[in-house]
């Protein structure tokens, strides 16, 4: 418990331009996974573009590990198919958390990453101070696929007891 910082909210927004694996359509859910924990969204059925709006939190304790984003399409009688992945680095969304927020009006981009090798962002990403609290909405280029995208948006749960971020 001494190496646990906080939570992570990852809120799986919605899947855009996914990839068929079925007849016409797929039935996509996302995997998020970081170190051993391994977090799923519920399926979507028949839709390409799914809307999950789903919340899955992570607890942190090495932030230099990456999230993994993994995108299967159900199937009921075989194996689920890969419909591509993707991952990021929380390192910079933790930097503009320890960012100074007093006074700072609601709105306010605190940090920008922008899309490079090193990364799938498919635009660039703001962190952004929001109803008293730091967010980065981030969309994901999937690869090892031939096309989409997964709309994300990342928040702090500070936990009592934990030894959070400074």
């Not at 990852?10 to 068929?20: K, M, P, S």
């Not at 996302?30 to 709006?53: C, D, F, Y």
């Not at 939190?57 to 990456?66: E, H, M, Q």
């Amino acid at each position: 418990m001494e190496h646990f910082l906080g939570l992570l909210r990852i809120h799986v927004h919605r899947g855009v331009n996914l990839a068929i694996r079925d007849v016409r359509s797929s039935d996509p859910y996302v995997v998020i996974r970081m170190g051993k924990q391994k977090l799923k969204s519920r399926v979507i059925k028949q839709n390409t573009n799914p809307e999950w709006n789903d919340d899955l939190t992570l607890s942190i304790t090495d932030p230099g590990l990456p999230v993994k984003v993994l995108v299967y399409d159900k199937d009921t009688f075989s194996l689920d198919d890969k419909m591509g992945d993707a991952e990021f680095h929380i390192g910079p969304f933790l930097e503009a958390l320890r960012a100074p927020t007093d006074g700072v009006p609601n709105g306010t981009v605190i940090a920008r990453v922008p899309p490079s090798r090193e990364n799938c962002l498919a635009l660039e990403s703001c962190i952004v101070w929001s109803d008293s609290k730091v967010v980065q909405d981030m969309v994901l280029r999937l690869r090892n696929v031939e096309r989409g995208e997964v709309e994300l948006q990342l928040q702090w749960i500070d936990v009592p007891g934990s030894r959070g971020l400074s």
